[in-house]
Structures are given as C-alpha cells and as structure tokens.
C-alpha cells in the first residue's frame, strides 16, 4: 500500500482535543462534517487545504489524551493518508489501525519538512521523501495489521474473513 502527499507538520504531545476539538463531540456526528474540524486547534486552516493523500508528520506522543475515534474519523475524512509519528499513545495507535488509517513510527521525523512530498511504502516501513530524496526505514506493521488497514477497518476486515461484506 503506497501513499503520496505533500506534509503537515505538527510538534510533539498532540492530543484528541487538538485533532478533533472536544466541544464537537456531541454535536458533530458525520464522518464528512468531522472533517471539516480536523486539527482546527493546531492549524484552522488544515481542513481547507488538506488533500486527498497528504501525510501528518508529527514529534513525540501523537494522540494523547482521550480516546474518542472522532480523532482519527476527522482526519481520514479530511483525506489524510497517513500519520507519521515519532511516536503515538497507545489508543490512538490502535484506533487508527482499527478505523483504516496508516500509520508509522518514525524517529526521524524531525528531517521531513512542511510542504515536502512524501512517499509511504507501508508494507516495508519506507517513507521516501520526494522534495529531498532521503529515504526512511520505520518499523514495518505485522501482516495482520495490513490485512486491516487495506481492507478499509476492524468492522470491514471482519466483514471479509467471516464473508458477511
């Protein structure tokens, strides 16, 4: 699985709130209307100029905080085709792979720039950037968690190995 974008640049200990302000949660409940907020704390204008594909290259503990899903819903609806972190809390680690959103580890993050074009090979842990023509080596995902993130999600995942899709 393979995606192209340009990037998005964030720091370190980036909670949910941040991701997906919290005063929408009971408010905003479509998928297409939470994109519209995604990182709007951290950049209000991430949502009008994300495109379908780009990449959120961030520092230490992406996703801290609380464990809503509506903070990895915004950012796939928004068109996000992967996160890449030096490091993510563990939940949301989870949601993302549970909601179909690519992620990676990535200790040098620091060398990838806003603005650059990035490409991402999940299945060998490769982040190329294309702006730069460096290459990274993150830790590829296990088999398992591919089969997950390609089929879409847990629920559409399941779906397909009981034969119910």
């Given at each position: 699985?393979?995606v192209k974008?340009?990037?998005?640049?964030?720091?370190?200990?980036?909670?949910?709130?941040?991701?997906f302000p919290?005063?929408?949660?009971y408010?905003?409940t479509?998928?297409?209307d939470?994109?519209k907020?995604a990182?709007e704390?951290?950049d209000?204008?991430f949502?009008?100029g994300?495109?379908?594909?780009?990449?959120?290259?961030?520092?230490?503990?992406?996703?801290?905080?609380?464990?809503?899903?509506q903070a990895?819903t915004?950012?796939?609806?928004a068109g996000?085709?992967?996160?890449?972190?030096?490091?993510?809390?563990?939940?949301?680690f989870?949601?993302?792979i549970?909601?179909g959103?690519p992620?990676l580890?990535l200790?040098?993050?620091d060398e990838?720039?806003?603005g650059?074009?990035v490409?991402?090979?999940?299945?060998?842990?490769?982040?190329r950037?294309?702006t730069?023509?460096k290459?990274?080596?993150?830790?590829?995902?296990?088999?398992f968690?591919m089969?997950?993130?390609?089929?879409?999600g847990l629920?559409?995942?399941?779906?397909?190995?009981?034969?119910?899709?």
């Open positions: 699985m393979k974008g340009r990037v998005w640049r964030f720091g370190d200990d980036v909670n949910t709130d941040v991701i919290g005063k929408y949660t408010t905003v479509e998928p297409e939470m994109a907020h990182m704390d951290a209000p204008e949502a009008k994300v495109q379908e594909g780009d990449v959120i290259v961030a520092g230490r503990n992406f996703g801290c905080g609380s464990s809503r899903e990895v915004a950012p796939k609806y996000v085709g992967a996160i890449i972190a030096k490091s993510f809390a563990r939940i949301y989870r949601n993302c549970n909601q959103l992620i580890s200790p040098e993050v990838i720039q806003p650059d074009e490409e991402v090979v999940l299945e060998e842990g490769l982040v950037d294309l730069t023509g290459e990274y080596r993150a830790k590829p995902l296990p088999p968690i089969d997950i993130i390609t089929a879409g629920i559409p995942s399941l779906k397909k190995k009981l034969g119910t899709e």
